[in-house]
């Protein structure tokens, strides 16, 4: 089953910038499928933090921003704040599999 | 925005089959686009299948032999069938709805519900 990468745990200072790759291939990200990413707390649900590569859902701060670059993707997140700590999931479509998701990233704010 | 509540047994035998329904709120379930999601302890989600409110259903290519989804339209809530479940498949299992493609996003997800897999 085709799937995405994401490096297995990032982390930063309060206030710093970190990024969350996200690698796929010729069949998912490389076909020009968006990525989409998530961001899920502890014991909850995944919640839409990123849509269409790029678009933030209304309610999420622009510290949050995406970009995607031939089969891969990133998550930047500036001004780390201490609720940031969460685990962050990429995803896209894969034209063998369907919907696809990466890893995980486990972000730690120092 | 709707809102999806999963429900089900939380333990089911080996060899037998995983039965979860998802009580949809805030919207008609025959008018969008649902689906089934999982995720093992400390594992990746993985997409387990996609409905539309006509009925046409896709498939994770790796479930799909065992995967069964329906809607009830008078009770306005989906369901989830696996069979032949293994411990592979424990996990928290969570019902979600997309933007209306294929490629889509998921917009709203329900709180999950953990099914166990064990003797």
């Known amino acids: 089953q085709s799937v995405l990468t994401q490096p297995s745990s990032v982390s930063g200072a309060p206030g710093q910038r970190v990024t969350i790759s996200c690698t796929g291939s010729?069949?998912?990200?490389?076909?020009?499928?968006?990525v989409h990413w998530y961001q899920q707390l502890p014991g909850t649900a995944p919640k839409l933090l990123i849509f269409g590569n790029t678009d933030r859902p209304s309610g999420v701060p622009d510290r949050f921003s995406g970009s995607k670059s031939g089969t891969s993707a990133s998550l930047a997140i500036t001004g780390l704040q201490t609720e940031d700590e969460a685990d962050y999931y990429c995803?896209?479509?894969?034209?063998?599999?369907?919907?696809?998701f990466g890893g995980g990233t486990k972000l730690t704010v120092l | 925005q709707v809102q999806l509540q999963e429900s089900g047994p939380g333990l089911v035998r080996p060899s037998e089959t995983l039965s979860l329904t998802c009580s949809v709120s805030?919207?008609?379930?025959?008018?969008?686009?649902w689906n089934w999601i999982r995720q093992p302890a400390g594992k990746r989600l993985e997409w387990i299948g996609r409905l539309y409110g006509s009925g046409t259903t896709n498939y994770n290519p790796s479930l799909k032999s065992r995967v069964t989804m329906s809607l009830d339209t008078s009770k306005n809530q989906l369901s989830l069938r696996l069979t032949s479940v293994t411990a592979a498949d424990t996990a928290v299992y969570y019902c979600?709805?997309?933007?209306?493609?294929?490629?889509?996003?998921?917009?709203?997800w329900g709180q999950g519900t953990l099914v166990t897999v064990s003797s």
């Open positions: 979600a709805t997309d933007a209306g493609f294929s490629s889509s996003w998921f917009v709203s």
């Open positions: 805030g919207g008609s379930i025959s008018h969008s686009y």
């Open positions: 995803q896209s479509y894969d034209s063998l599999s369907g919907s696809v």
């Open positions: 010729g069949s998912n990200i490389g076909a020009g499928y968006d």
